[in-house]
């Protein structure tokens, strides 16, 4: 007797990201299915619609990736080449998760709803960001200034540089990304550089 396939929903989550981002609307659970290895009733014993199988796959992680490494970056190194990291990595997160909420809208299904008193997932990684900030502020590595409108400023000046390229995902360059980076940061710097004495 062959041993059921074992399967995380998380792996299936990834399939489903895969297909919904090359297939659109036109996505199937039967391909998603066959993506993850397993059959098509295994995707909906964890998942009771295409629908729910889509709001799931957009949901972004608890902790992105640009998050964990902002952890890392309090207080060492670079603050100036930190930033320039962070943006590149908020780009990079944009990337990846923007087909996904545009395939969400285009089909009308409801972005997932956040338990009462959470605040969504862009607004809470924006708390974060501007608790970073004044973090660097207490130790004197940022001018003191309004956290909350720097860490909306800076997220939503790289998403919209992944929005406004959207017909062209796939030829975001790796070096038209650090400059826009780079440029976002150099443009905000003199503005939150540190006092000198």
């Known amino acids: 007797m062959a041993r059921p396939v074992v399967i995380s929903d998380e792996q299936i989550l990834d399939a ?4 919904f981002a090359r297939d659109g609307a036109s996505a199937t659970t039967k391909d998603i299915a066959r993506q993850a290895g397993v059959s098509e009733g295994s995707v909906f014993n964890r998942f009771p619609s295409k629908e729910a199988l889509l709001q799931a796959a957009v949901r972004p ?18 603050l100036r080449a ?15 998760r923007l087909p996904l909420m545009m395939l969400l809208w285009t089909i009308k299904v409801p972005y997932p709803t956040e338990p009462a008193g959470q605040p969504p997932p862009a607004v809470r990684d924006q708390q974060r960001l501007a608790a970073y900030l004044d973090d660097e502020i207490k130790a004197g590595r940022l001018r003191p200034c309004d956290t909350q409108a720097l860490a909306q400023l800076l997220f939503g000046a790289c998403v919209s540089f992944v929005i406004d390229r959207r017909d062209a995902l796939a ?3 790796p070096e038209a990304v650090a400059a826009y980076a780079t440029g976002l ?5 003199p503005g939150i550089a540190p006092e000198t004495s």
């Open 16 to 19: 489903a990201r895969i297909v």
């Open 61 to 78: 992680p608890d902790v992105p990736g640009w998050v964990q490494t902002m952890a890392g970056l309090r207080g060492v190194g670079d």
């Open 82 to 96: 930190n930033l320039v990291q962070l943006a590149h990595e908020m780009i990079a997160f944009v990337q990846d």
């Open 171 to 173: 030829t975001i360059t």
């Open 185 to 189: 940061i150099d443009t905000v710097w």
